[in-house]
């Protein structure tokens, strides 16, 4: 077993003392974020086509050793950014879901689940992602990144799911492919921004959401939803 000089010897390189190496990771840790950070907004503003690894440094404000450091290539930074992202898009869903009152029931509490959605969907951190979706139909490696993180960011939205609509979680197959209707009808949605009188289709549209998601868990197996759920 180690002393605790010798543990106290580890902690030290070329003569530093430890808190100097604390905050020399600590200060390495914020620049990596600034960068990260940065990434995103040049996806928000520039689009991913034209971000750069320049680009990036000049929005962190970091000279091109420091990028280098944290990321000797475009591929790393743009993995990397993926991740952060992938990270933030949970943070956005999860407050939203967080924020609806809990007085809501039934109904309402539904309702307001489907709003919170569309909030995170017509979000800048979505946009971006949607953005390097379309882009990763020609970049395989930007396509494989994506794909990584998809997984873990569905299985997030469904265990939400399954809070906000506790009451049909019993409903299996049922469950799983209302919510697929729901997910692909708001995203096609938020992907529509050339729609003329957007705004007032799109209220229309949750608002028809709404109900058929509820009228679903009401109809018989011989119905269209029936017919295509293994488990009613």
């Not at 580890?10 to 190496?21: L, Y």
């Not at 569905?154 to 906000?164: F, G, P, R, Y």
Request: proline fraction near 2%; include cysteine.
């Amino acid at each position: 077993m180690s002393s605790k000089k010798e543990i106290a010897a580890k902690d030290r390189v070329a003569g530093q003392p430890s808190e100097d190496i604390s905050w020399q990771a600590q200060k390495s840790a914020m620049t990596r974020e600034r960068i990260l950070t940065a990434s995103i907004n040049c996806f928000v503003e520039l689009g991913y086509t034209n971000v750069t690894t320049a680009k990036v440094a000049s929005l962190a404000k970091v000279s091109r050793g420091a990028m280098l450091h944290h990321f000797p290539s475009k591929t790393e930074l743009i993995g990397a950014a993926v991740e952060y992202l992938h990270d933030k898009l949970l943070e956005d869903y999860s407050y939203r879901v967080a924020s609806i009152p809990s007085s809501l029931k039934g109904k309402k509490r539904r309702r307001a689940g489907i709003d919170a959605y569309w909030d995170h969907l017509t979000g800048d951190l979505f946009v971006v992602y949607h953005e390097l979706c379309v882009a990763s139909r020609t970049d395989p490696e930007l396509k494989f990144i994506l794909e990584s993180s998809q997984l873990a960011f569905e299985k997030h939205v469904l265990d939400s799911n399954a809070t906000l609509f506790s009451e049909w979680n019993d409903r299996g197959d049922r469950f799983l492919l209302a919510m697929d209707v729901a997910k692909c009808m708001m995203e096609g949605m938020a992907a529509g921004q050339l729609m003329t009188n957007r705004e007032e289709r799109v209220k229309q549209l949750l608002n028809y959401l709404a109900d058929r998601l509820e009228e679903i868990f009401e109809e018989g197996e011989g119905s269209a939803i029936g017919r295509h759920s293994t488990n009613k």
